[in-house]
T-cell receptor, first 113, second 113 residues
């Protein structure tokens, strides 16, 4: 079945450092890919998405590119802030319009001054 | 700006007790979901619904029941609670035409002792 693998956390960075959180997937067909973010004490919320190969999703300074050849969707940000501290989840939705998302295990990011 | 509302936020149950986790959304979304989040395991889909009167099993339905009598409400019932059901439970909803953008509640932390 479909699966998503993320790098383990926690990831601890200094403010203004460069961020990469790795995500790879296994799926049949042509899935859509997502990054969700969970701030402390809150539910998950959609950060960005990409629906086909070579698409780049972006939001709030975060970017991720759908790489079909490497089955990856790595999350990047050029300069993190303390307010970016959260848990980040990679997810996929199966091709064909399925509405059930498969989530990765989440990666906790801590940004320090 | 209520969105998805879950109650209670915290609950401790004894083995064998039963309870209902409440979820309501005010966005007129057709799709609703229940996930559980275990440490290091990501989110697992318990049950989902594509509209009032229609429910279906997700990945981990055993020990749970749901109903969807209205568009707004999607309660999750635990019968005969077991320690394996200790988890954080999230309700989510999404709309037709953008069903992959899930809106999450803030979660219910349940401990079964």
């Amino acid at each position: 079945g479909d699966s998503v693998t993320q790098m383990e956390g926690p990831v601890t960075l200094s403010e203004e450092a460069f961020l990469t959180i790795n995500c790879t997937y296994t799926a049949t067909g042509y899935p859509s890919l997502f990054w969700y973010v969970q701030y402390p004490g809150e539910g998950l919320q959609l950060l960005l998405k990409a629906t086909k190969a070579d698409d780049k999703g972006s939001n709030k300074g975060f970017e991720a590119t759908y790489r079909k050849e490497t089955t990856s969707f790595h999350l990047e940000k050029g300069s993190v802030q303390v307010s970016d501290s959260a848990v980040y989840f990679c997810a996929l939705s199966p091709g064909g319009g399925g509405n059930k998302l498969t989530f990765g295990t989440g990666t906790q990011l801590k940004v320090e001054l | 700006n209520a969105g998805v509302t879950q109650t209670p936020k915290f609950r401790i149950l004894k083995i064998g007790q039963s309870m209902t986790l409440q979820c309501t959304q005010d966005m007129n979304h057709n799709y609703m979901y229940w996930y559980r989040q275990d440490p290091g395991m990501g989110l697992k889909l318990i049950y989902y619904s594509v509209g009032a009167g229609i429910t279906d099993k997700g990945e981990v339905p055993n020990g749970y029941n749901v109903s969807r009598s209205t568009t707004e409400d999607f309660p999750l019932r635990l019968e005969l609670a077991a320690p394996s059901q200790t988890s954080v439970y999230f309700c989510a909803s999404s709309g037709v035409g953008n069903h992959e953008k899930l809106f999450f509640g803030s979660g219910t932390q349940l401990s079964v002792l």
